[in-house]
């Protein structure tokens, strides 16, 4: 994956593969990060395709880990990809925006993903975050060896948001009629969230940011490349010294609620829209 030729043909093999796989071509797919919820109790699971059996997928790191799954959720046809992983090193940002390329090239309308990191003080009250803004600090061009960075940054100008309003009105309802505490939030994303300082937080803490991570930035930067609809929904990242089963369980079942409730609701959005972000 060294060269664009060689990055796209290994695309369309990737994707020639999950065509063959999957029994129905669905507009939505959901990303799973850090084992926020367990898939059996989302919707029914049809298949699972390991992502080692996907061809040119091999350089994800702790690749045998992930897989796409094809279910139904609420009625409504899906692909879910699930990587445990939440952070990723920055020497592999590009083999794990791969799956993003994938799915986006099978025509995936709307990226869903579900991940847990880290809330800045100010907004540790809150169960969950709709971003609905980023900054993007890791220095990394999301889309590289796709086109030049003049092409990269012509197509971008195009978009002026990576998040869809509208998806993030539908979330708000859900969690209003959940009632749910939730807050729109900013993202920062830089290359290694859990070796900063004290001091360094604080700085980004200062750019307004109310939460930290690194892939889920350059995950919705690709996804508006594609001209996708991007909705991302972040929790409190749990200490593993410190994780309450009933707190898990909790979040959890807010979760399954969310997903249960916003995935008709963007089904039914994007059946009356075009892929332009409103």
Do not use: W
Not at 118 to 137: A, G, Q
Not at 189 to 218: H, M, R, W
Request: aromatic share 8%; glycine share 2%.
């Amino acid at each position: 994956m060294n060269t664009t030729h060689n990055l796209k043909k290994n695309i369309s093999d990737s994707v020639l593969y999950l065509t063959q796989r999957l029994r129905s071509y669905p507009a939505i797919c959901l990303f799973v990060r850090s084992g926020t919820v367990e898939l059996n109790y989302v919707g029914a699971i049809h298949q699972r395709i390991p992502i080692t059996d996907v061809p040119h997928c091999n350089d994800i790191p702790q690749s045998q880990d992930c897989s796409f799954y094809e279910a139904t959720i609420e009625g409504i046809p899906v692909i879910l990809y699930e990587n445990p992983h939440s952070e990723v090193d920055s020497t592999s940002f590009f083999q794990e925006l791969y799956p993003l390329h994938i799915i986006a090239n099978l025509g995936i309308r709307c990226l869903v993903t579900i991940d847990q990191i880290e809330f800045f003080s100010s907004v540790k009250n809150h169960d969950i975050l709709i971003i609905n803004d980023h900054i993007n600090h890791t220095g990394i061009n999301a889309v590289k060896s796709l086109e030049t960075v003049h092409d990269f940054e012509e197509r971008m100008k195009k978009f002026s948001m990576e998040y869809s309003e509208s998806l993030v009105k539908i979330c708000e309802t859900a969690f209003e009629k959940q009632q749910i505490k939730y807050k729109k939030a900013i993202l920062i994303g830089v290359t290694s969230p859990s070796t900063l300082s004290k001091a360094e937080q604080s700085i980004y803490a200062s750019f307004k940011a109310d939460c930290i991570g690194n892939i889920q930035v350059l995950e919705a930067i690709a996804a508006r490349y594609y001209s996708m609809h991007i909705c991302t929904l972040v929790v409190q990242k749990l200490s593993s010294s410190h994780i309450d089963s009933t707190l898990l369980n909790e979040r959890r079942q807010h979760l399954y609620g969310i997903i249960n409730f916003i995935l008709p609701n963007i089904y039914q959005y994007l059946a009356t829209t075009s892929n332009e972000i409103s």
